[in-house]
């Protein structure tokens, strides 16, 4: 490059950085006018929240950083052996997308229809937990009862349920009393005097038929019309609860196929869902039914809909278990069917009764 035009160039860059650094200055100076200005009128810059304020000034936490998993309580004893109570309850409401807090009211090594078994009463440890629970301000969206070992340990459900329950919870019961006519190992009148009385706190209650005619001081019968079922059904809802549903109901003239009877207050409506019956005896399958209702109706299921997912179920895993040479005392193997509660059920069981 020539000298002359070597100087030039220099020169126009020159002249471009004190034309850059001009600009910077001028800047500069009315950075510091108005930041004079500012500190003058003595405002402060305020820093973000990280959470966001409502228009009455207090805190609240983004709706996407709240939990929004629904919680129950399960009121049952827990046995180390046999699919039944605890052992069918958490896994099947834990598939279902819900958190189970037990408050186990026995331990058993195995449950009662096993020829050999310990116990261990939880009467008292059941009031610690409550009383824990009340410091800690535990809320529950649904009670659920199923066994209770005694007359007391309803009183203690009542009081718990009294205390603890919001508008907006719902309670579930199944009465668990007896099977085929005859009550339970262990369970005593005075035990169905005290259901009588508990069932009054639920929104839902699920009896099979032995329990129906115990909880309304009726002799038991095997044979049941359409007309009676719906009144006993009325009877004992009047009593309490919006919805009852019976369960083990017979279908007349038809050894093969067993029903499902319910009614629900709001709507004055009846439902009935009737399947085949297989000739299997499996310990749990009420607890299993009244597992699926209760996390159905949590799900926002509607009644017919919860029966159907119930009912289906239960089928599912007696089919699943039928064939097997197996210890009917351990129960259905829900482990090859807790799968089925994610996938869509078919519509097309339950029947709206006139």
Not at 1 to 13: D, L, N, S
Not at 41 to 52: R, Y
Not at 156 to 184: A, C, H, T, W
Request: with cysteine; aromatic share 10%; net charge neutral.
């Amino acid at each position: 490059m020539p000298r002359t035009q070597k100087v030039t160039y220099f020169a126009a860059i020159t002249s471009k950085r004190n034309m850059a650094d001009n600009y910077i200055e001028n800047k500069y100076e009315q950075y510091q006018a108005r930041k004079a200005a500012w500190q003058k009128s003595g405002m402060k810059k305020k820093k973000p929240s990280a959470v966001h304020t409502s228009a009455t000034g207090s805190g609240m936490q983004k709706t996407y950083l709240q939990s929004h998993v629904k919680r129950v309580v399960a009121v049952h004893d827990l046995s180390g052996a046999g699919r039944v109570s605890l052992m069918a309850v958490i896994p099947i409401l834990s598939s279902m997308g819900i958190q189970v807090c037990p408050l186990p009211t026995a331990v058993l090594s195995a449950h009662t229809q096993y020829p050999h078994y310990s116990f261990l009463d939880l009467t008292e440890e059941m009031k610690r937990i409550i009383e824990s629970w009340e410091k800690l301000d535990m809320k529950f969206d649904t009670f659920y009862t199923g066994y209770l070992g005694s007359p007391q340990q309803v009183q203690i459900v009542e009081d718990f349920i009294s205390k603890f329950r919001r508008p907006q919870d719902m309670v579930v019961v199944d009465p668990v009393l007896g099977d085929n006519g005859n009550l339970y190992k262990g369970i005593t009148e005075d035990m169905v005097t005290e259901m009588k009385k508990l069932i009054r706190y639920a929104d839902v209650i699920t009896p099979n038929m032995t329990e129906v005619f115990k909880l309304l001081d009726m002799e038991y019968i095997s044979e049941v019309t359409v007309q009676e079922m719906k009144s006993y059904l009325k009877r004992l809802s009047d009593a309490g609860p919006d919805i009852v549903i019976a369960t083990s109901v017979p279908v007349p003239e038809n050894a093969h196929m067993t029903s499902v009877f319910a009614y629900n207050r709001h709507g004055n409506r009846y439902w009935k869902v009737t399947c085949p019956y297989l000739p299997a005896h499996y310990p749990g399958t009420g607890d299993t039914f009244t597992s699926v209702i209760t996390g159905s109706l949590m799900q926002g299921d509607s009644l017919p809909i919860a029966l159907d997912r119930a009912t289906q179920f239960i089928l599912q895993g007696i089919r699943a278990t039928f064939g097997y040479e197996y210890n009917n005392l351990d129960g259905i193997m829900l482990e090859k069917v807790l799968h089925n509660l994610d996938m869509p059920i078919q519509i097309s069981s339950y029947e709206v009764l006139e």
